[in-house]
């Protein structure tokens, strides 16, 4: 098992270009989550999906952000376009559909918008 | 609105120590309490986990304590050593398979 596979690692932008994150989360889960991690508001759930199906997305912060997932091994977040106040690690993560599943995590997406 | 409050927000401690990083929350609702740990570089994962109808419960150096009346749950790590240098985030759920809520995060370093 691979885990939940996350890329780019790194992404370096300048602000008003289109930013695409990618994830592959772990065979056979049910849900996939997409956070983000700063150091002032730490680890915020941005939207989560269930089959494939977004649930909810009342954490993207504008409409800029944008998530998908056309199929159970895909999802990207898109934001465009990028601000400088989007720099954060992104995180990827699913689990199985059993309540309380423990979270699998990629290891993120460092995003830097200059 | 902040669900789960986290502290504090950094932590050094001496090689073996003990660590203890405290939560608390205000959703009753809220049954499932998990701690996750995140080194450098890398996503967080579970430590371990602890629901409502438990006051402690142990795993090797690391103990959660709970006190329900109170609304607060607190990791403590026996023996610090300085592979524990992590950030840890505390988290709550409820039943249904509802998304994680997390602290903010305790950044810890064990020094020798």
């Known amino acids: 098992d691979a885990g939940v596979i996350q890329s780019p690692r790194h992404e370096v932008t300048e602000m008003g270009q289109e930013v695409t994150l990618r994830c592959k989360p772990i065979?056979?889960?049910?849900?996939l989550f997409w956070y983000r991690q700063t150091m002032m508001r730490g680890l915020e759930l941005l939207i989560y999906f269930n089959n494939n199906v977004p649930i909810d997305d009342s954490g993207m912060p504008e409409d800029r952000f944008s998530a998908k997932m056309p199929n159970a091994s895909f999802s990207t977040l898109k934001i465009q376009p990028s601000e400088p106040r989007d720099s954060a690690v992104y995180f990827c993560?699913?689990?199985?559909?059993?309540?309380?599943?423990?979270?699998?995590f990629g290891n993120g997406t460092r995003l830097t918008v200059t | 609105q902040q669900q789960v409050k986290q502290s504090p927000q950094s932590l050094i401690v001496q090689k073996g120590g003990i660590s203890i990083i405290n939560c608390a929350y205000e959703?009753?609702?809220?049954?499932?309490f998990p701690w996750y740990q995140q080194f450098p570089g890398k996503g967080p994962a579970l430590l371990i986990a602890?629901?409502?109808?438990?006051s402690e419960k142990k795993e090797g150096r690391f103990t959660i304590s709970f006190n329900k009346s109170a609304k607060q749950f607190s990791l403590h790590i026996m023996d610090s050593q300085p592979g524990d240098s992590a950030t840890y985030f505390c988290?709550?759920?409820?039943?249904?398979?509802?998304?994680?809520?997390f602290g903010k995060g305790t950044r810890l370093s064990v020094i020798a």
């Open positions: 959703n009753t609702a809220f049954d499932y």
């Open positions: 602890i629901r409502p109808d438990v």
């Open positions: 993560a699913s689990s199985f559909w059993q309540p309380n599943s423990p979270l699998h």
């Open positions: 065979s056979g889960h049910d849900y």
């Open positions: 988290a709550a759920s409820y039943s249904g398979n509802t998304p994680l809520v």
